[in-house]
């Protein structure tokens, strides 16, 4: 549902913003290490299809709760010619059994989600023992001027950009939801804003 400009202008802004070169950049270290059974979370807009590694990869399922982006992710699933389990849904509430999967992929989703911790305890639930969750988020800056302006736009920041928020901790609510996190990565991404650019990226075993 949501209103006109949720279902036709927040898709078109994640796509303008999601597929900035230092972005994609930061998508082509981090997906490649997918291995096996793969489920991401956020899959619209099909970004980080191009960067699975096809011969480490038994299978691929993601979610997503925008009609729009799910189009665009069905359509780079068929230009890579895959085959892939691509539903509507929620991290919230996955539509998926317990213990399914060996690598869960989440990039810039957990800033959106409704409730953060739920949606970590059900991506822990869907990994297998050991799995892994690679993440790469943008969230909560380090400095505090930084962190000041984050405060100030995130009022209105989040209904422009879908629900999207600047000041969640990222590798901190990771390691909360139980997850012993590898860190990979952490760094203001160039030519973009700072209160929205902070990206922290890695690998969280189950
Ligand atoms: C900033 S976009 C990022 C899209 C994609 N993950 C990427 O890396 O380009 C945020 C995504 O989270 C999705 N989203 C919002 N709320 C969600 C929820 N509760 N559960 C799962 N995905 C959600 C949006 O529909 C959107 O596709």
Not at 65 to 84: I, M, N, Q, T
Not at 103 to 119: A, E, F, M
Request: charged share 25%; net charge positive.
């Amino acid at each position: 549902m949501g209103t006109f400009w949720d279902r036709h202008m927040v898709p078109r802004i994640i796509r303008a913003c999601c597929g900035a070169p230092g972005i994609m950049d930061l998508r082509a270290q981090l997906v490649p290490r997918a291995r096996g059974d793969v489920f991401e979370i956020g899959c619209g807009g099909g970004f980080n299809q191009q960067f699975y590694d096809g011969t480490a990869i038994t299978s691929f399922a993601g979610i997503d709760p925008s009609v729009k982006l799910l189009e665009f992710a069905r359509d780079e699933a068929e230009r890579k010619g895959w085959k892939a389990d691509i539903r509507a849904g929620v991290g919230e509430d996955i539509p998926f059994a317990s213990a399914s999967f060996d690598t869960v992929v989440c990039t810039y989703t957990l800033c959106s989600v409704k409730d953060q911790q739920q949606v970590l305890g059900e991506l822990k639930r869907i990994l297998r023992p050991g799995g892994t969750l690679l993440f790469l988020e943008h969230g909560r800056a380090p400095d505090a001027p930084v962190q000041r302006w984050q405060d100030r736009i995130e009022p209105l920041w989040k209904p422009i950009a879908g629900g999207c928020h600047l000041t969640r901790p990222i590798t901190a609510s990771v390691r909360a939801a139980g997850f012993d996190v590898q860190p990979l990565g952490q760094a203001y991404m160039p030519k973009s804003p700072r209160w929205a650019g902070w990206m922290e990226w890695g690998a969280a075993t189950r």
